[in-house]
C-alpha cells in the first residue's frame, strides 16, 4: 500500500505522517486490497483544519473528507469514514452472487 501525503496551508511534520500511516495500517488489516492512498491535509480560511483521501481499492475508488478544530481530530474523524466504508465495500465483495442482500 502506497501513501502519499501533501499538505496545503500546513507544513507535514514526521509526527502528522506517523499517525497517519498508523492509521491506515489500521484500516490495511481489515481489506489488503488496497494499492494507493491519497491524503490532504489542509488549513483554510477560517483557520478550520480539513483532511480528505482518495483511496483506491480493487475494483473501486473511495473518497472521504472531515472537518474539525484539530488537525489529529479531522484525521480520526476521516479515517472512522474510511473504515465504514472499506468494511461497506468488503461486505459486497464478499456478499456479491449469493443471493443474501435480496429481500
Not at 499538505?7 to 494507493?36: C, S, W
Not at 480528505?52 to 472512522?80: H, K, P, V
Amino acid at each position: 500500500m502506497q501513501i502519499n501525503i501533501t499538505g496545503h496551508h500546513v507544513e507535514i511534520t514526521p509526527a502528522l505522517r506517523d499517525y497517519v500511516n498508523n492509521k491506515m495500517q489500521k484500516i490495511h488489516r481489515y481489506f489488503n486490497n488496497i494499492t494507493n492512498v491519497h491524503v490532504i491535509l489542509e488549513v483554510d480560511k477560517k483557520f478550520q483544519q480539513k483532511a480528505e483521501a482518495r483511496m483506491n481499492l480493487a475494483r473501486a475508488e473511495i473518497f472521504a473528507e472531515a472537518e474539525a478544530d484539530d488537525m489529529y481530530a479531522a484525521i480520526d474523524l476521516l479515517m472512522d469514514k474510511l473504515d465504514r466504508q472499506v468494511i461497506k465495500h468488503k461486505e459486497k465483495m464478499n456478499n456479491h452472487g449469493n443471493g443474501e442482500d435480496i429481500v
